[in-house]
T-cell receptor, first 109, second 112 residues
Framework: DGGITQSPKYLFRKEGQNVTLSCEQN?????MYWYRQDPGQGLRLIYY???????QKGDIAEGYSVSREKKESFPLTVTSAQKNPTAFYLC????????FGSGTRLTVV | KQEVTQIPAALSVPEGENLVLNCSFT??????LQWFRQDPGKGLTSLLL?????REQTSGRLNASLDKSSGRSTLYIAASQPGDSATYLC???????????FGQGTRLTINP
């Protein structure tokens, strides 16, 4: 079945560490997205990519980085510069409508 | 700046009732609109997509409509069941933009 796979499901980060969240899709979609979800704030766009080797900042890109070396993969790195990284992270891809993954919950310890 | 408002924020009804969830956009230049369901701690599941040339979509007990002139969408759920309990999110793709704009969601509880 086609879909989006996010891993890991739960991730813990120590202060000062960079961590990378994985997002893989087998839907053959060109566009991919990373959103952050916080209680009471809804979903906010971090980065998006419309094609391989190209990506753009969303509304809250500071402290995050991405790469798009393959059509299927769009990993998100949460750097130590992100001061409040604890959140639920959702990856999506799009052709007509959006398809979302099951999310990664990141917690700072 | 495009803002999306979902009303009500929470809704609790007995099983079997028909219900309507509302979504409105400050900017009516919506290219397409999508309704999602989110269960606690889970990702988003797409329910219905209304594309630019369409005004409504139906899937089973669900019907969604979009009035572009007013920037409003409704999600109608018929004969509600306890398994329908979840948070429902509407999201619009704005013309000329590459960003899906989300509402805050309606938390729906169906009581047996």
């Amino acid at each position: 079945d086609g879909g989006i796979t996010q891993s890991p499901k739960y991730l813990f980060r120590k202060e000062g560490q960079n961590v990378t969240l994985s997002c893989e899709q087998n839907l053959n979609h060109d566009a991919m997205y990373w959103y952050r979800q916080d209680p009471g704030q809804g979903l906010r766009l971090i980065y998006y990519s419309q094609i391989v080797n190209d990506f753009q900042k969303g509304d809250i890109a500071e402290g995050y980085s991405v790469s798009r070396e393959k059509k299927e993969s769009f990993p998100l790195t949460v750097t130590s510069a992100q001061k409040n990284p604890t959140a639920f992270y959702l990856c999506a891809s799009r052709r007509d409508g959006y398809t979302f993954g099951s999310g990664t919950r990141l917690t700072v310890v | 700046k495009q803002e999306v408002t979902q009303i009500p924020a929470a809704l609790s009804v007995p099983e079997g009732e028909n219900l309507v969830l509302n979504c409105s956009f400050t900017d009516s230049a919506i290219y397409n609109l999508q309704w999602f369901r989110q269960d606690p701690g889970k990702g988003l599941t797409s329910l219905l997509l209304i594309q630019s040339s369409q005004r409504e979509q139906t899937s089973g007990r669900l019907n969604a409509s979009l009035d572009k002139s007013s920037g409003r969408s409704t999600l109608y759920i018929a004969a509600s069941q306890p398994g329908d309990s979840a948070t429902y999110l509407c999201a619009g793709l704005i013309q000329g933009a590459q960003k899906l704009v989300f509402g805050q969601g309606t938390r729906l509880t169906i009581n047996p």
